[in-house]
């Protein structure tokens, strides 16, 4: 199976200022059939459902603010919100989808400083 | 506009069984794989177990096998839960998910 590990576990940012969440996967994610990182990344908030942000390790869902953006390759991957809105507070899941037994990471809490 | 509507939680004693539904509308169901994915109060989000297209395939995270079981029907276009012998750590928010699709969730207690 594939472990995702974040981290940090939480962080806090001033507003508009930058926030960066690392993932890391146990194995590689990347595709050689289609040079494709089978990861994505989720917005969670209270009493919502998740919301995906980021697929293909960096491609932006339709409607998703391009002050976010994803990056990384093979194993280790990275979330940034370029500039904080308060809107932005939620916990962050990275999840892999290149095994047929997907994983979260452990999620990363986005507070505002 | 796609709809993932979950139904049937709720509380359970321990050891109990409880069946989930998800009624899918706005997309072709028996075109994708389907998913249960869950978030226990304070956790993080787990995926729970997920199904093939025609059903021929199914995956379970290690701490439900044996107690769950994935179905669909793709006449109906629903995607159902079957969980037996309920343990309190199987308190969660349950979601239908097809990515980027989500439903509201719905809450299953076990307790007595």
């Known amino acids: 199976d594939i472990v995702m590990t974040q981290s940090p576990d939480s962080l806090a940012v001033s507003l508009g200022e930058r926030a960066t969440i690392n993932c890391k996967s146990s194995?590689?994610?990347?595709?050689?059939?289609?040079?494709?990182?089978?990861l994505a990344w989720y917005q969670k908030k209270p009493g919502q459902p998740p919301k995906l942000l980021i697929y293909?390790?960096?491609t932006r869902e339709s409607g998703v603010p391009d002050r976010f953006s994803g990056s990384g390759s093979g194993t280790d991957f990275t979330l940034t919100i370029s500039s904080l809105q308060a809107e932005d507070v939620a916990v962050y899941y990275c999840?892999?989808?290149?095994?047929?037994?997907?994983?979260f990471g452990q999620g990363t809490k986005v507070e505002i400083k | 506009e796609v709809q993932l509507v979950e139904s049937g939680g709720g509380l359970v004693q321990p050891g109990g069984s409880l069946r989930l539904s998800c009624a899918v509308s706005?997309?072709?169901?028996?075109?994708?794989?389907m998913s249960w994915v869950r978030q226990a109060p304070g956790k993080g989000l787990e995926w729970v177990a997920n199904i093939k297209q025609d059903g021929s395939e199914k995956y379970y995270v290690d701490s439900v096998k044996g107690r769950f079981s994935i179905s669909r029907d793709n006449a109906k276009n629903f995607l159902y839960l079957q969980m037996n012998s309920l343990r309190a750590e199987d308190t969660a928010v349950y979601y239908c998910?097809?990515?980027?699709?989500w439903g509201q969730g719905t809450l299953v207690t076990v307790s007595s």
């Open positions: 293909w390790a960096s």
């Open positions: 999840q892999q989808y290149y095994s047929t037994l997907p994983a």
């Open positions: 194995q590689s994610v990347l595709s050689s059939s289609n040079n494709k990182n089978y």
């Open positions: 706005g997309l072709t169901f028996s075109n994708y794989w």
């Open positions: 998910a097809k990515t980027p699709w």
